[in-house]
């Protein structure tokens, strides 16, 4: 089964804490995305990376950080930095450049204790 | 300034009928728009892309028309369903804070009444 898994499904981060979500894909895909997705707001990207041990800031990386050693995996930390970190995180990957055809996963929901 | 707008309130119809949502965008010049569903709590699933130089896609119940001269996409659902309500979101590729990618609406939400 090809496809694009983020976990946990809900987290919870206390005042403070850097929190780690998980995103892995199986689809060999060289370009990964996160986003953010706030209620009657578009999907706002945080960071995105088109090729392994590379990744540039989207419109809103404050607060946030990534990393992309592998192919398979790009986790996203939301560090004590990002204030208002409440929100749905989107991982998303596509074959090539960011101009094609978007695969979601499921989500995770962060919420702030 | 650059927007994409879809309607925020939600769109109510009856079983059987057609439902279509509307994508307007302002400042852009995309190559391609695309359609795209979500659940509530799920992640977006693509549905269909149409190229600046297509005038409309069709997939089984779905069509999508794409207007570069009014700067807007229509997404037609016919005979629509139950199972169809969701949030539909249009997506184009736009050049934005000094780089490539896609843009997203905020989506309009779909309910389908029995």
């Known amino acids: 089964d090809g496809g694009i898994t983020q976990s946990p499904k809900y987290l919870f981060r206390k005042e403070g804490q850097n929190v780690t979500l998980s995103c892995e894909q199986n689809?060999?895909?060289?370009?990964m995305y996160w986003y953010r997705q706030d209620p009657g707001q578009g999907l706002r990207l945080i960071y995105y990376?088109?090729?392994?041990?590379?990744?540039q800031k989207g419109d809103i990386a404050e607060g946030y950080s990534v990393s992309r050693e592998k192919k398979e995996s790009f986790p996203l930390t939301v560090t004590s930095a990002q204030k208002n970190p409440t929100a749905f995180y989107l991982c998303a990957s596509s074959i090539s450049v960011a101009r094609e055809t978007q695969y979601f996963g499921p989500g995770t929901r962060l919420l702030v204790l | 300034s650059q927007k994409i707008e879809q309607n925020s309130e939600a769109l109510n119809i009856q079983e059987g009928k057609t439902a279509t949502l509307t994508c307007n965008y302002t400042?852009?010049?995309?190559?391609?728009l695309q359609w795209y569903r979500q659940d509530p709590g799920r992640g977006p699933v693509f549905l269909l892309l149409?190229?600046?130089?297509?005038k409309e896609k069709r997939k089984e119940r779905l069509k999508v028309t794409f207007d570069t001269t009014l700067k807007q996409s229509l997404f037609h659902i016919t005979a629509s369903q139950p199972a169809d309500s969701a949030t539909y979101l249009c997506a184009l590729d736009g050049f934005s804070g000094g780089y490539n990618k896609l843009i997203f609406g905020a989506g309009t939400r779909l309910a389908v009444h029995p």
């Open positions: 990376s088109h090729i392994v041990n590379d990744f």
């Open positions: 400042n852009y010049s995309p190559a391609y």
């Open positions: 149409i190229r600046e130089n297509e």
């Open positions: 689809l060999n895909h060289d370009a």
